[in-house]
């Protein structure tokens, strides 16, 4: 079984960045897509970008597109979510995620999670 660990999460002023990271464990990490999912408070889950396996193709929300920006380092098992320009609608605890196969937007394409790590905005 997989593990992912995500981190680079914290407090961060609106219009300001942050990187998250996310490793995981085992040798077939380049074998699947990965994506990064966030949660706000009283909310339901949501999409926010997606990688394929080599990293040539990505997905995005509309809400991130042009702001966050997803890449992924297949010899160092870990894939990064930059978010530039936040806001506080960013608010949320950001998971990642291994697909069961590509590049998808749908979480139940999804079968290994993270922890979880909080990003909080102030406005």
């Known amino acids: 079984q997989v593990q992912l660990v995500e981190s680079g999460g914290g407090l961060v002023q609106a219009g300001g960045s942050l990187r998250l990271s996310c490793a995981a464990s085992?040798?077939?990490?380049?074998?699947?897509?990965m994506g990064w999912f966030r949660q706000a408070p009283g909310k339901e889950r949501e999409f926010v970008a997606a990688?394929?396996?080599?990293?040539?193709?990505?997905y995005y929300a509309d809400s991130v597109k042009g702001r966050f920006s997803i890449s992924r380092d297949n010899a160092k098992n870990t894939v990064y979510l930059q978010m530039n320009s936040l806001n506080a609608e960013d608010t949320g605890v950001y998971y990642c995620?291994?697909?069961?196969?590509?590049?998808?937007?749908?979480?139940?394409?999804?079968?290994?999670w993270g922890q979880g790590t909080q990003v909080t905005v102030s406005s």
């Open positions: 995620a291994r697909a069961r196969t590509g590049l998808s937007k749908l979480s139940h394409e999804y079968n290994n």
């Open positions: 085992g040798r077939t990490f380049s074998s699947y897509g």
């Open positions: 990688i394929n396996r080599s990293g040539g193709s990505t």
